[in-house]
């Protein structure tokens, strides 16, 4: 059985972002932990797996553009990796390679620190992984739920696969929707100042979460206040969903607090 030392945990990114290696480094310092956690760019995402069971990594993180693709290189799936249909996390027990995904808690944490989830109306736009795995930890709450997005073969799609309504585009959203809460899966607003939605078109008193984490307050978040909306930054999603990961990668529960400052100071610096 191979091992490293100290204990190794890594991403795999198309573009490594650095931000879980301050999380996650900050978060092992604090505990004290014979751990390290770094990431990799890699060129062949089969060998980048084979590689976890070669060197005895205790884990891997995924994110785009593999979160699919890993699956066919693993041994098992726990029910959310596979029900989702995509990956954010690997876990090697001895050599033998488990696929789970903690997208889906980074937003039901998020959400459920400022509501009761149990049957409310849900607006989820996108329909790529982040909102499939945001459906899919909806789903055990509330079958309320409506997908909007671009592509509409893409949301009618999804929509399908979990049995939830799809909506239309996500120009069809204005301030007298039907919905309590709603979720913005896409990447629109990433590193610049645009957003999917301005103020005139969200629904005033409902709350709003954005999956988009740099910059800590996005537009969209920004416009949803403006409209008198309880909005939640993106980053709190990434945030608790890299705690899921690190409680998988090690068995001990983690260090929100410090993971969150390490978080913000490494956005605050880009």
């Given at each position: 059985m191979s091992k490293s030392f100290p204990v190794v945990c890594c991403s795999i990114a198309g573009s490594i972002g650095g931000m879980g290696v301050a999380m996650h480094n900050a978060a092992f310092r604090h505990l004290g932990m014979q751990y390290v956690y770094v990431s990799f760019e890699p060129d062949n995402l089969e060998q980048a797996v084979q590689s976890v069971r070669n060197l005895g990594f205790r884990g891997m993180g995924v994110t785009m553009p593999f979160k699919q693709d890993v699956i066919m290189y693993l041994d098992k799936l726990d029910s959310s990796a596979r029900?989702?249909?995509?990956?954010?996390?690997?876990?090697?027990?001895?050599?033998?390679?488990?696929?789970?995904?903690?997208?889906y808690m980074g937003a039901i944490?998020?959400?459920?620190?400022?509501t009761d989830l149990q049957g409310k109306k849900i607006a989820v736009i996108g329909a790529g992984g982040a909102g499939k795995?945001?459906?899919?930890?909806?789903?055990k709450y509330t079958s309320n739920i409506s997908v909007y997005n671009i592509f509409e073969d893409e949301g009618q799609s999804a929509a399908d696969k979990f049995g939830v309504a799809f909506a239309g585009k996500p120009e069809l959203l204005c301030a007298d929707a039907d919905y309590d809460i709603l979720v913005n899966c896409t990447?629109?607003?990433?590193?610049s100042e645009d957003t999917i939605m301005t103020r005139d078109r969200f629904k005033p008193g409902s709350i709003v979460l954005d999956a988009v984490f740099i910059p800590i307050e996005t537009t969209f978040v920004k416009e949803a206040r403006a409209a008198g909306c309880t909005a939640i930054e993106g980053y709190k999603m990434l945030l608790y969903q890299a705690c899921g990961q690190f409680e998988l990668y090690t068995g001990v529960k983690a260090p929100f607090e410090v993971m969150e400052k390490a978080m913000i100071d490494y956005v605050q610096k880009k």
């Open positions: 029900e989702i249909g995509a990956v954010n996390t690997i876990v090697n027990d001895d050599g033998i390679l488990t696929g789970y995904n903690t997208d944490t998020a959400l459920e620190k400022v795995a945001v459906v899919w930890g909806l789903k990447s629109v607003g990433f590193k």
